[in-house]
């Protein structure tokens, strides 16, 4: 099949190479010139882990293309794939001004017939809207099906996800759109769930809000646990044998971030009230996530005592491990609150290196811990969930290690000698 798939992102790019794997002939385009030149040369604007290979491995077979002339590779497949980005407004509604843009596109490219697949985070109604944009356009309604087909990846295992999904949504109007992109999955063999186009944009914003929620739930958990003296990873683990309940997400610690969860669950929210229902749990939620960075904090000062101006080296910067992004991390909005107390901050990222006023950036994590006074891991790269022990007391001027993610095992550290803070671990 000859797939266009439009914005060369997380999400496009990784399409588009489980999409050449599969055997199709894929045409990934995006607007940014310097992307798709980099592309071009096999250069992977984004970390994701095997995805240099996988793109290396279409481009030799003659089955992945980047390009930048949008509109001609949209007329020259049978299949659109839009996969831009959604972006929160100030108002926590989807920014849909590049959906906007691929319409445009669309309208202008459009001649013959074509399914157009949204793979894009929408909000409910999105299908339809692109479709009526399109009529409003003068684009004839035979000429193109718009079906709702949302994506679950992570990043940081996106590639694996993509190729065994836990499930793939196909929302259609028609049943032989519906088969038009089943068969353009056609060697992956998962549950297919069939629906209409607001059910399946649904399904994706439910699925974001259920997995933000499980998260506040057992940070709100953790709270409790750290007031009656129990383990949090404990009651994680007895709760989630429960086979209703289930052991992922279950992960108490700074708290969820990254470009989907915090963005989806405004979003949701923002279009729930539009038609006047409050999302009361979302909300909750969010509260918790908000606050879970303060819950640390104080935790911090407790363990610093009269310590003035302290040194913390914080480890970790992207929203979770094996990621180069940064979006809505958590250890950076951490890193910002440990400046704002005017202590002196120290960073290391195994990928990143941002921008960020008073935070002064190491090239390894054991510079970073030399003089601090005490150790936050924000984020749970490998490197940093298993150095050497020994080598970072030895460098640290204090003892205190911060678990931000709640990954280390609290008697290991109190054996190297560490006073170890986690949540719900006290
Ligand atoms: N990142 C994830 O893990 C993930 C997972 C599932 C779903 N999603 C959703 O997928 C969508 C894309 O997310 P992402 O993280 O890949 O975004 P991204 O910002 O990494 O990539 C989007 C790309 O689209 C390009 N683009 C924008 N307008 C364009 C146009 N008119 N024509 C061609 N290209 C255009 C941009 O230049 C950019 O390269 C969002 O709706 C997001 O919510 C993301
Ligand atoms: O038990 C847990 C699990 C995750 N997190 C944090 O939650 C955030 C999100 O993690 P994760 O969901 O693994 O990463 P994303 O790549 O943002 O993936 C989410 O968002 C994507 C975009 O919509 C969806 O496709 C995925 O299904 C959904 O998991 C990160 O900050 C994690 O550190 C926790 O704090 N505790």
């Not at 944009?133 to 996106?158: C, D, H, I």
């Not at 209703?244 to 923002?270: E, N, V, W």
Request: aromatic content about 8%; overall charge neutral.
């Amino acid at each position: 099949m000859k797939i266009c798939v439009v914005g060369a992102g997380y999400v496009g790019l990784t399409t588009a190479a489980v999409l050449a794997e599969l055997g199709h002939e894929v045409y990934c385009t995006d607007k940014i010139e310097a992307k798709i030149a980099r592309l071009q040369e096999g250069v992977i604007p984004i970390y994701e882990p095997g995805l240099e290979e996988w793109v290396a491995r279409g481009m030799a077979q003659g089955r992945l293309h980047f390009a930048t002339n949008v509109r001609q590779h949209m007329e020259g497949s049978e299949l659109i794939m839009i996969a831009v980005g959604t972006p929160p407004r100030k108002d926590g509604s989807a920014d849909m001004t590049y959906l906007e843009g691929v319409v445009e596109d669309l309208a202008a490219a459009i001649g013959s017939p074509k399914v157009i697949v949204v793979k894009s985070t929408v909000p409910p109604g999105t299908s339809a809207w692109i479709e009526s944009r399109l009529g409003e356009y003068g684009v004839p309604k035979a000429w193109f099906e718009v079906v709702s087909n949302p994506e679950f990846l992570r990043e940081g295992t996106a590639l694996m996800d993509t190729i065994h999904p836990d499930r793939i949504v196909i929302g259609a109007a028609s049943e032989e759109a519906a088969q038009k992109v089943k068969a353009m999955y056609a060697s992956i063999d998962t549950d297919y769930v069939f629906t209409d186009r607001v059910g399946a944009e649904m399904i994706k914003y439910a699925s974001n809000a259920y997995l933000a929620m499980k998260i506040s739930f057992i940070n709100e958990m953790s709270r409790v646990c750290d007031v009656f003296g129990a383990d949090v990873t404990k009651v994680a683990q007895g709760i989630g044998l429960d086979q209703r309940i289930g052991p992922r997400f279950l992960q108490a610690g700074l708290g969820y971030g990254g470009s989907c969860l915090p963005k989806d669950t405004i979003a949701l929210m923002h279009a729930a009230g539009t038609r006047g229902v409050k999302l009361t749990l979302l909300r909750a939620a969010r509260q918790i996530n908000r606050t879970q960075l303060n819950i640390y904090l104080n935790k911090l000062k407790q363990a610093l005592g009269e310590s003035h101006q302290p040194t913390i080296a914080v480890w970790g910067a992207t929203f979770k491990e094996n990621t180069d992004d940064i979006r809505f991390s958590q250890a950076i909005a951490f890193m910002k609150k440990l400046v704002r107390q005017g202590w002196k901050v120290k960073a290391y990222d195994p990928l990143v290196q941002p921008s960020i006023r008073g935070v002064s950036w190491s090239s390894s994590p054991y510079e970073a811990a030399a003089g601090a006074d005490a150790v936050v891991l924000a984020t749970g790269w490998e490197e940093l969930v298993h150095p050497d022990w020994a080598k970072v007391k030895e460098q640290m001027q204090g003892d205190i290690i911060l678990d931000g993610r709640n990954l280390l095992d609290p008697s290991v550290m109190a054996a190297h000698g560490f006073r170890y803070v986690g949540v719900g671990r006290s």
